[in-house]
């Protein structure tokens, strides 16, 4: 079992900038992929970004060169950047942890609102 929790969701302007941060808890060794996805009102949840345990990295188009995600595996934490900030960038956004096994993992998820 892994537990995710993340944090740093708000209120921010238009250009502004938050950190979301996801720390992972349980058999964190099974981890394989951890990824922050993000879901609008009506609208599908969409990958953000994600870090494989190599390190390896892949964004979605709509947020290369604003978003970064990195980890910190002394704190087995996973951070997203997120800079220039637009409303677009409204939803609520849930990190997922992907395992060696068939399971997946899904934090509670934090609102980050972009107000124009």
């Known amino acids: 079992q892994v537990h995710l929790v993340e944090s740093g969701g708000g209120l921010v302007q238009a250009g502004g900038s938050l950190r979301l941060s996801c720390a992972a808890s349980g058999s964190i060794f099974s981890i394989s992929a951890t990824g922050w996805y993000r879901q609008a009102p009506g609208k599908q949840r969409e990958l953000v970004a994600a870090?494989?345990?190599?390190?390896?990295?892949n964004y979605a188009d709509s947020v290369k060169g604003r978003f970064t995600i990195s980890r910190d595996s002394a704190k087995n934490t996973v951070y997203l950047q997120m800079n220039s900030l637009k409303p677009e960038d409204t939803a609520v956004y849930y990190c997922?942890?992907?395992?060696?096994?068939?399971?997946?993992?899904w934090g509670q998820g934090t609102q980050v609102t972009v107000s124009s």
């Open positions: 997922n942890a992907e395992t060696w096994g068939p399971e997946g993992y």
């Open positions: 870090i494989t345990s190599g390190g390896g990295t």
